[in-house]
Nanobody, 115 residues
Framework: EAQFVESGGGSVQAGGSLLLSCVGS????????IGWFRQAPGKEREGVAC????????YYADSAKGRFTISSDTAKNTVYLQMNSLKPEDTAVYYC????????WGQGTQVTVSS
């Protein structure tokens, strides 16, 4: 069974940076498109960034373009999300999962950005 464990969240001031990590297990990492998602209080979960299998490309939501960078280390079964120039509206719980046919959602990691 595929599982994801997210870490690296925290509380920062606007303009700050955070590096999120997501370790996957139970599947062949290189075979899947994996994305970062977030869910703010009272809002639906939304996609933030995606990295295609075998590092064949990356995609970003408009809200993340120019500020966030997704990358992966297949040797470590890990996907990263470098977040720079953080804004209060980035406050949310961040998750990673398959883009298509998501597995069970992990605990996520809380990101809080204060103004």
């Amino acid at each position: 069974e595929a599982q994801f464990v997210e870490s690296g969240g925290g509380s920062v001031q606007a303009g700050g940076s955070l590096l999120l990590s997501c370790v996957g297990s139970g599947f062949i990492f290189d075979d899947y498109n994996i994305g970062w998602f977030r869910q703010a209080p009272g809002k639906e979960r939304e996609g933030v960034a995606c990295i295609r299998s075998s590092n064949e490309g990356t995609y970003y939501a408009d809200s993340a373009k120019g500020r966030f960078t997704i990358s992966s280390d297949t040797a470590k079964n890990t996907v990263y999300l470098q977040m720079n120039s953080l804004k209060p509206e980035d406050t949310a719980v961040y998750y990673c999962n398959f883009i298509f046919s998501p597995a069970s959602w992990g605990q996520g990691t809380q990101v809080t950005v204060s103004s």
